[in-house]
């Protein structure tokens, strides 16, 4: 079965600081894909990145970046200079690579910057 | 693009109603999803239609759920009858092909009494 863990239930940090989002997943599919969806005070779930597992290339996306490390079966967010606008629950998710979008969800980390 | 359009954003009712909920999937987009998200269970994948087709209902929890796809441009999820229980946060999601990223709307806020 697929599993997504994001351990870290709520972070607060200042403006300005670095902040890094774990998650971890388990499947035992060879191929599979990896997304991040960011949720922001008005609710609606919006997609940030997705990787698949052929590619273990980082990924940069001006302030935001992606960590994915096969080894470890783990695939990190990091938002450099952190604003608050980024303040808002951030979803890791995994899916299987044939089919449809059938996303496992971690339970999400609560993101809050403080001015 | 207008995007994933639900309605209503909220919706209230007393326990043993019915419910729709309704979903417009973005324009050309073939595969559209219904999730659930819940304080206890987080998101969950409730059903997913392709081409107007349903595919996959494992998540659906019960017999009170159903959902409908009549036409591309259309969606509805029922409960009947609704329960405390049920109250959530219902997504519809669409993307252009099934292993294409989804596209959310905004939500319902689902509370029943």
């Known amino acids: 079965a697929q599993k997504v863990t994001q351990a870290q239930t709520e972070i607060s940090v200042v403006e300005k600081e670095d902040v890094t989002l774990d998650c971890v997943y388990e499947?035992?599919?060879?191929?599979?894909?990896l997304f991040w969806y960011k949720q922001p005070p008005s609710g609606e779930l919006v997609f940030l990145i997705r990787?698949?597992?052929?590619?273990?290339q980082n990924e940069i996306s001006g302030r935001y970046s992606w960590n994915f490390q096969k080894s470890t079966s783990s695939f990190n967010f990091t938002i450099t200079a952190s604003q608050v606008v980024d303040s808002a629950v951030y979803f890791c998710?995994?899916?299987?690579?044939?089919?449809?979008?059938?996303?496992?969800f971690g339970q999400g980390t609560r993101l809050t910057i403080n001015p | 693009d207008a995007g994933v359009i639900q309605s209503p954003r909220h919706e209230v009712t007393e326990m043993g109603q019915e419910v729709t909920l309704r979903c417009k999937p973005i324009?050309?987009?073939?595969?559209l999803f219904w999730y659930r998200q819940t304080m206890m269970r987080g998101l969950e994948l409730l059903i997913y239609?392709?081409?107007?087709?349903?595919?996959?209902d494992s998540g659906m929890p019960e017999d009170r759920f159903s959902a409908k796809m009549p036409n591309a441009s259309f969606s509805t999820l029922k409960i009947q009858p609704s329960e405390p229980r049920d109250s959530a946060v219902y997504f519809c999601?669409?993307?252009?092909?099934?292993?294409?990223?989804?596209?959310f709307g905004s939500g319902t806020q689902l509370s029943v009494l």
């Open positions: 999601a669409s993307s252009f092909r099934s292993n294409e990223k989804l596209f």
């Open positions: 499947t035992r599919d060879t191929t599979y894909y």
């Open positions: 990787r698949n597992s052929f590619d273990e």
């Open positions: 998710a995994l899916s299987d690579f044939q089919g449809a979008q059938k996303l496992v």
């Open positions: 324009s050309g987009h073939n595969s």
């Open positions: 239609f392709n081409n107007n087709v349903p595919i996959d």
